[in-house]
């Protein structure tokens, strides 16, 4: 004998106020959107590996992209590197992944911050999405 059980369609909205809030510090600060929803060992992990990760590409003298290239490879960089919020602000403000790509570990490097900002833009959303209720901690 099977039980009807009824699922609403919309997901029930976990937190009140600004329903972007997660979201947006996510991005800004890596973790500090599963800090929002106490989720701290996640909120741990997640800021040292994206800051790490976006430290050892800057070590390796990796490129930090920018917008006004007309290049479509390099308009993809400037997206990833966008997703690091904050990390990419502060790589242009102390002008930091200027220099060319002439060694291997350099293009090793630029694949790390870009990889470090969509890990990023992950994680934000991962934060978001727990802090609306959509996913189950």
């Known amino acids: 004998m099977a039980s009807k059980v009824q699922v609403s369609a919309r997901p029930e909205v976990k937190s ?3 329903p972007y809030l997660a979201l947006l510090l996510g991005w800004l600060v890596p973790g500090l959107g599963h ?16 800051t790490l990760m976006f430290v ?21 960089g400037f997206v990833g590197d966008l997703g690091g919020g904050g990390l990419y602000i502060i790589g242009r403000i102390f002008d930091l992944g200027h220099g060319a790509i002439q060694l291997a570990t350099a293009d090793y490097g630029t694949k790390f911050i870009v990889v470090s900002g969509l890990l990023n ?3 934000a959303v991962d ?5 609306i209720g959509r996913k189950a901690s």
């Not at 800090?35 to 994206?50: D, E, N, Y």
């Not at 920018?66 to 479509?72: E, F, I, L, Y």
């Not at 934060?127 to 802090?131: E, F, S, W």
């Open 16 to 18: 009140s106020g600004f």
């Open 35 to 50: 800090v929002v929803t106490k989720h701290w060992i996640r909120a741990l992990l997640l800021f040292g590996s994206i």
């Open 56 to 76: 050892l590409g800057l070590l390796m003298q990796g490129k930090l992209y920018h917008a006004n290239t007309g290049d479509m490879l390099e308009m993809l």
């Open 121 to 123: 833009i992950i994680s």
């Open 127 to 131: 934060a978001h999405n727990l802090y």
